[in-house]
């Protein structure tokens, strides 16, 4: 069974402070990870994808893979009231055309 | 802009009464996903179509059928729903020699009475 791990959660993080979100999966020929943010009562949004080894940077998020140790995280710098939201990691399931997704994080922000 | 459409966005259906979902993309993507969330829940993938081929998830209860009639367009058809069944149920597509990233639709609020 494949598996993808996350703090549930909630991670409360103070305006204009880091958030850092983490997740483990279990698939070792995974390829491709992905990060979704996802208000409430709203479908999944793309927010990071990264396929090599490192950091990724776009605005204010920076994605991190480390594929030795079957880790990605997610950072968010000047954390704001409106990234209150849960985020879900999901990892490309290496034999087959599917996305495997963590149970997601709760992420608020407190003024 | 493409995008991922949803109809509609919200159903009320009867206790054993058949529902059929829809979905359509401007993507022109190659691959459909169907998935149920329920709150507080992760989505869980019922089936999806890589091309014509389509592909059930082991736990995929037989009341959940689909069709795809084409690239564009892919139903799902709930034959005798359940209070159970009660959820979001959502569409995303993802094209091959991509990293299979994936869009979402909206999503369907599906209410069972």
């Known amino acids: 069974q494949k598996e993808v791990e996350q703090n549930s959660g909630p991670l409360s993080v103070p305006e204009g402070a880091i958030a850092s979100l983490n997740c483990t999966y279990s698939?070792?020929?995974?390829?491709?990870f992905f990060w979704y943010r996802q208000y409430s009562g709203k479908s999944p949004e793309l927010i990071m994808f990264?396929?090599?080894?490192g950091d990724k940077e776009d605005g204010r998020f920076t994605a991190q893979l480390n594929k030795a140790s079957q880790y990605v995280s997610l950072l968010i710098r000047d954390s704001q009231p409106s990234d209150s939201a849960t985020y879900l990691c999901a990892v490309k399931d290496s034999s087959a055309s599917k996305i495997i997704f963590g149970s997601g994080t709760r992420l608020s922000i407190r003024p | 802009d493409a995008m991922v459409i949803q109809n509609p966005r919200y159903q009320v259906t009867q206790f054993g009464k058949p529902v059929t979902l829809s979905c359509s993309q401007t993507?022109?993507?190659?691959?459909m996903y169907w998935y149920q969330q329920k709150s507080s829940q992760a989505p869980k993938l019922l089936f999806h179509?890589?091309?014509?081929?389509?592909?059930n998830e082991a736990d995929t209860p037989d009341n959940f059928q689909s069709r795809r009639p084409n690239t564009s367009f892919c139903f799902l058809d709930i034959r005798s729903p359940g209070l159970g069944d009660a959820a979001m149920y959502l569409c995303?597509?993802?094209?091959?020699?991509?990293?299979?990233?994936?869009?979402f639709g909206p999503g369907t609020r599906l209410t069972v009475t």
């Open positions: 990264i396929y090599s080894n």
């Open positions: 995303a597509t993802s094209r091959e020699g991509s990293g299979y990233e994936q869009y």
């Open positions: 179509y890589y091309d014509k081929d389509f592909n």
């Open positions: 993507l022109n993507h190659n691959v």
């Open positions: 698939d070792r020929g995974s390829q491709s």
